[in-house]
């Protein structure tokens, strides 16, 4: 899918709003977006965004711009930041922001800029042009090269008041950036479950291939078990901002260790033609295992760790 198509999908998309976290349809909402990943990946990664930044606009009150497309830009890496600055009667952000995708393609863009207390703030694109600059060349691989991945570089981009949303370190303490974090999941989900679908039109029979494609398949079904369960759990209880944490770092470690299986068996049952040869299943292998990294591995699992002894440490108190 090219960019043009790319947009032109993306905004069809925009005609059946994803439902929000919380609000009593979240498996609903696991489902769309695993349907996405299933479609295309470079697609997923814009569309998961675009309906994070209306759930976390919603989350604060606010709607979104009518027809825009919003990308959620909040990496932070040490020696990249971004600060906010306030002359007179204006606001001002500067500094520089990795892994910003979308850009180019998005009309607007919810960022963090941490200095001096961390806020978010609704970025418009269109209207900053003279202030902020993307730099796509650090950005090497094919794997998701439609979605523009970039550095941005903002030099006093001028905003209002009202384009900050929420108060210091609201955007990393509220419940929904959690509830938020299992769509990722969901479109992992969904990218490993269109290689199982490569792996079914398929006409091998051996016992091995087999095998793998009996495995897979049951990988599919338990993540569509994992997202659809997490969704009950946030529509039961989505104020509870420390069960919703171990339960996203929960559900991201599960779908990203059977994606990740899958991602194997398909070597393994088919060798080496998808990967090299197919170029459809050869780009999704190699989007969903970049995309499968914004799962943090072992640091996330210890801070899961950490959050589950610090619980049976204060439910020890508490007897």
């Not at 794997?143 to 006093?156: I, Y």
């Not at 108060?167 to 303490?173: G, H, K």
């Not at 039109?201 to 993540?223: C, E, F, I, K």
């Not at 295992?289 to 799962?295: I, S």
Request: glycine share 8%; proline share 5%.
């Amino acid at each position: 899918m090219n960019r043009e198509a790319l947009l032109e999908r993306m905004r069809s998309l925009l005609a059946e709003p994803v439902p929000l976290p919380g609000c009593g349809d979240t498996p609903r909402r696991h489902e769309m977006l695993m349907s996405i990943g299933r479609e295309d990946l470079s697609l997923a990664r814009l569309a998961e965004a675009h309906f994070d930044a209306v759930a976390i606009l919603a989350e604060a009150g606010r709607q979104p711009h009518p027809g825009a497309i919003y990308a959620v830009w909040a990496s932070e890496i040490p020696g990249h930041s971004m600060t906010l600055e306030r002359k007179s009667n204006m606001i001002l952000v500067r500094g520089e922001k990795m892994f910003c995708s979308g850009a180019g393609l998005v009309d607007r863009a919810l960022v963090t800029v941490p200095l001096p207390d961390h806020r978010l703030v609704d970025l418009d694109l269109g209207n900053a042009e003279s202030t902020i600059g993307f730099d796509f060349s650090a950005w090497k691989t094919s794997a998701f090269s439609e979605v523009r991945t970039s550095k941005m570089f903002v030099d006093g981009a001028v905003c209002s008041a009202s384009d900050i949303v929420g108060e210091p370190r609201w955007y990393l303490e509220r419940p929904g950036f959690w509830h938020g974090a299992c769509g990722p999941a969901a479109c992992w989900a969904g990218g490993a479950e269109g290689i199982v679908d490569y792996a079914m039109q398929q006409r091998r029979t051996d016992p091995h291939t087999l095998a793998h494609l009996g495995a897979m398949h049951a990988s599919v079904w338990a993540m569509k078990s994992v997202l659809a369960t997490a969704a009950r759990e946030i529509d039961d209880d989505p104020l509870d901002v420390s069960r919703a944490r171990v339960r996203a770092r929960t559900v991201r470690h599960l779908v990203e260790v059977m994606s990740t299986d899958i991602l194997r068996r398909l070597a393994r049952a088919y060798g080496p033609h998808p990967i090299a040869m197919d170029e459809s299943i050869s780009r999704r292998y190699q989007e969903l295992d970049l995309y499968l990294r914004q799962f943090h591995a072992e640091r996330d699992l210890e801070a899961l760790g950490r959050d589950l002894n610090g619980a049976r440490a204060a439910d020890s108190k508490s007897q």
